[in-house]
């Protein structure tokens, strides 16, 4: 399965299923650029991490590699994954999937670390329909998409 940027680059998806919910990871090429992962609690998808990565180290190749045979030292590139959509098209992913095995919410949680790095984080999730509750603090929050009422 692929999935593309903003750029229209694609990318391989990597789903991995167990009872307890899901994960899934995008490579490019051979380098992690993001990964998300969900369990399933009773009508709600939880929301355990979804992350793009910003500093990606991505493997040596050419006359890079060359050096790396002879022992000279070397570094891969250092790649940001990050603002190019991949984010958005992994809860996409999220969503479709709780939709179609009948879960009737996403849930989740903004951790500290989360909120730190990007304050930026529960304005993301509401524009994406999410209702987000930070607490009184700024340091945690949690965030909730209604799929579908009571039947």
């Not at 995008?26 to 990964?35: E, H, K, S």
């Not at 969503?95 to 529960?122: T, W, Y």
């Not at 930070?134 to 209604?146: F, H, I, M, Q, Y």
Request: hydrophobic share 40%.
């Amino acid at each position: 399965m692929n999935v593309s940027d903003s750029l229209e680059h694609s990318y391989q998806l990597q789903l991995f299923e167990n009872g307890s919910g899901w994960s899934a990871k995008v490579f490019d090429v051979d380098t992690l650029a993001g990964q998300i992962h969900c369990l399933n609690q009773g009508d709600a998808l939880f929301l355990g991490d979804l992350h793009v990565l910003r500093a990606a180290t991505r493997p040596i190749q050419g006359l890079a590699r060359l050096r790396g045979w002879l022992g000279l030292p070397t570094r891969g590139r250092i790649e940001n994954y990050r603002n190019r959509g991949l984010g958005s098209a992994l809860l996409n992913l999220v969503i479709n999937r709780a939709r179609a095995h009948g879960f009737r919410r996403v849930i989740g949680r903004l951790a500290p670390i989360d909120l730190k790095e990007d304050p930026k984080l529960p304005d993301w999730y509401r524009r994406r329909g999410f209702q987000i509750a930070v607490a009184s603090n700024r340091l945690t929050g949690d965030l909730e998409l209604v799929l579908s009422g009571p039947d």
